[in-house]
């Protein structure tokens, strides 16, 4: 069953994702670093190092929101950057804080759908994404672009959520998602959907091995995952 943001509307989950991030843009980068403790910039860090060793040039960022998977990269020292996104208001976001880092002329934000991207075969040396292939309304198909674009040899790093298997920390998790993490989100971002949103659509994401599986049904190689902090997230690794 597809897990959507509201579900008294007919629209697709693609317009509601894009909805919800556009209604929530202006207070997302606080929430996501308060609700997570600070800890979803040490995953971001984590998962860009992994791409040390590749230095690649030229780097595309599917579901970029406001730029900071973007803006980790530019560890990197890769010649471009271009990130990709569905909601103008996460972007408008996004532009702000590259304009004032005084790098707008590396990193390239764009309106646009990652289950279809504006972009020739084979064109970027990685592709990365930070909990954003848990929104698509089509995985495979979102997976499957991804890795037309990237180059052959390619790298593409996914970070996502996924669950904690073991006692008592499964238990802690879900508790916090279910009940603690909605509440605070609904008060500070008013919307009351977005936040609720979150947990269902990670219990509903198939991560660990069920997304390897998807992840090398959509042409990847040589894949791989690795859990962080008990397995609230995880690192998808998988080559072209």
């Known amino acids: 069953m597809t897990v959507l943001p509201y579900k008294e509307q007919e629209a697709s989950k693609k317009e ?9 843009s202006h ?9 997570s403790g600070g800890i979803d910039i040490l995953w ?12 690649p040039k030229t780097i595309l960022d599917i579901a970029t929101g406001t730029g900071d998977f973007a803006i980790e990269a530019l560890a990197l020292k890769p010649e471009k950057i271009v990130g990709v996104d569905i909601s ?12 004032k880092l005084g790098v707008d002329n590396i990193i390239d934000m764009q309106l646009g759908d990652s289950e279809r991207l504006l972009f020739e075969d084979n064109t970027f040396d990685a592709v990365i994404v930070s909990f954003g292939v848990r929104n698509f309304e089509n995985l495979e198909k979102g997976l499957t672009d991804m890795c037309r674009v990237l180059k ?8 996502e959520f996924s669950k ?3 006692f008592p920390f499964k238990q802690i998790y ?16 008013k919307d009351s959907s977005a936040y609720t949103y979150l947990p269902e659509s990670v219990q509903a994401f198939p991560d660990g091995e069920d997304f390897l599986k998807v992840y090398h049904k959509a042409g990847f190689t040589q ?15 998988g080559k072209k």
């Open 152 to 159: 052959p040899g390619g790298t593409c790093i996914v970070l």
């Open 223 to 237: 894949t791989q995952c690795l859990p962080l902090t008990f397995g609230i997230s995880t690192i998808y690794i």
């Open 27 to 35: 207070k997302y980068d606080f929430l996501n670093h308060l609700l």
């Open 164 to 166: 904690p298997k073991s």
């Open 88 to 99: 103008e208001g996460m972007l408008n976001v996004g532009k702000e804080k590259i304009k």
């Open 16 to 24: 509601q994702v894009a909805q919800m991030f556009n209604n929530i």
């Open 174 to 189: 879900n508790f916090y998602f279910k009940y603690i993490l909605p509440t605070i989100g609904n008060m500070v971002s």
């Open 44 to 55: 971001r860090k984590k998962a860009i190092k992994l791409l040390k060793a590749a230095q």
